[in-house]
């Protein structure tokens, strides 16, 4: 079990004590035992703060000591290969065998934001090639002539097709690369992707076998009532960040009107995959969706709005399934 920290920026804190709550998340997920954790790049979002994705890992990292870490994930089109080859290879450098890299192809913001990073709109039509590049980069087998990434040459950071749809499947299986799904608020293509996925996988030198790691929301705490009340407050956040326009932020009642109306469908479904509750009624759902999702790992969101409440629900999540025994 591994945990996907969205560097949320809660409504009553700043920018830097969200960045100082990443550092504490990740030191806490190293002392329960999960396995990685990951943030993921998001550009033009006043509550998310790992826009600066590989700042904020070198950050991390060297405030933990063997946890493993990485980008879920790095936006490729967003940047030239070489560059994400770079900066990977200098934290695989740094930190060595706690790097990973994960890959999507969205724009990770909207299309004013896309043309501020100097993305075109064919930008992810060059995604496949693109990773290819970047693997050779990172294997020391340049696919471009005389030109190699240092740091980063023969580094070997692990590579993940990160997706929410069965084009990244396809590709993750072809590749023989590990794929991982946006089941925590992209569920509907999640049984297709990874049937597919498992059924075309092709082994590879980084891969003998297919790992498919399913995104899912957690809201743990110690009573049914707290759960549900964070749950709440989490729909509401999750309808600001869809409906707010222009700069002005929803007010709690008009989010709250929209939670009552047809729209809150939207959060409905991108939410679909959350486990609420108390310790072991948590337990029980993550039990089922690993099966439900054809999943090898999990890779769980700890959604509540404030550090504590998350960092509640991440000790409360691991000491119910068992993460250190």
Same mark, same amino acid.
């Given at each position: 079990m591994s945990v996907l920290d969205l560097a949320l920026v809660g409504p009553d804190e700043?920018?830097? %004590?969200?960045?100082?709550?990443?550092?504490?998340?990740?030191?806490?997920? %190293? =002392?329960? #035992?999960?396995? /990685?954790?990951?943030? +993921?790049?998001?550009?033009?979002?006043? +509550?998310?703060?790992?826009?600066a994705t590989a700042v904020l890992i070198a950050h991390v990292a060297a405030h933990t000591e063997r946890i493993r870490l990485g980008a879920g994930g790095i936006m490729l089109p967003n940047h030239a290969p070489l560059t994400i080859a770079e900066q990977f290879g200098t934290l695989a450098t740094l930190h060595p065998g706690r790097i990973d890299l994960g890959l999507g192809r969205a724009p990770g913001s909207d299309q004013a934001t896309m043309r501020a990073l100097r993305r075109g709109p064919e930008a992810a039509e060059t995604f496949p090639r693109d990773v290819l590049e970047l693997q050779g980069y990172l294997s020391g087998e340049s696919l471009v002539p005389n030109v190699h990434a240092t740091p980063g040459r023969a580094t070997d950071v692990p590579l993940y097709i990160l997706g929410s749809s069965l084009f990244g499947a396809q590709l993750a299986a072809v590749l023989g690369l590990p794929y991982g799904f946006a089941s925590h608020f992209a569920p509907a293509a999640l049984h297709e992707a990874v049937a597919l996925y498992r059924e075309r996988f092709e082994p590879s030198a980084q891969l003998d076998r297919p790992h498919v790691i399913a995104g899912v929301n957690v809201l743990a705490a110690e009573s049914a009532d707290e759960a549900q009340? =964070?749950?709440?407050?989490? @729909? @509401? +956040?999750?309808?600001?960040?869809?409906?707010?326009?222009?700069?002005?932020?929803?007010?709690? #009642?008009?989010?709250? =009107?929209?939670?009552?109306?047809? =729209? +809150?469908?939207?959060? %409905?479904? $991108? $939410? /679909?995959?959350?486990?609420? #509750?108390?310790?072991d009624a948590v337990r029980a759902y993550l039990d089922d969706f690993v099966v439900e999702a054809d999943a090898d790992e999990l890779m769980v969101v700890h959604t509540a709005q404030s550090l504590a409440l998350r960092l509640r629900s991440l000790e409360l999540t691991a000491e119910a399934t068992e993460l250190a025994s």
């Open positions: 700043s920018t830097r %004590e969200s960045l100082e709550g990443t550092v504490a998340t990740a030191r806490r997920a %190293e =002392q329960l #035992g999960y396995h /990685r954790v990951w943030y +993921a790049e998001h550009h033009n979002i006043d +509550a998310i703060a790992s826009s009340e =964070q749950l709440h407050v989490t @729909k @509401k +956040a999750r309808v600001r960040s869809l409906f707010n326009r222009g700069g002005r932020r929803l007010s709690d #009642g008009e989010a709250e =009107q929209i939670l009552r109306s047809p =729209q +809150a469908v939207h959060v %409905e479904q $991108m $939410m /679909r995959y959350t486990a609420v #509750g108390t310790p």
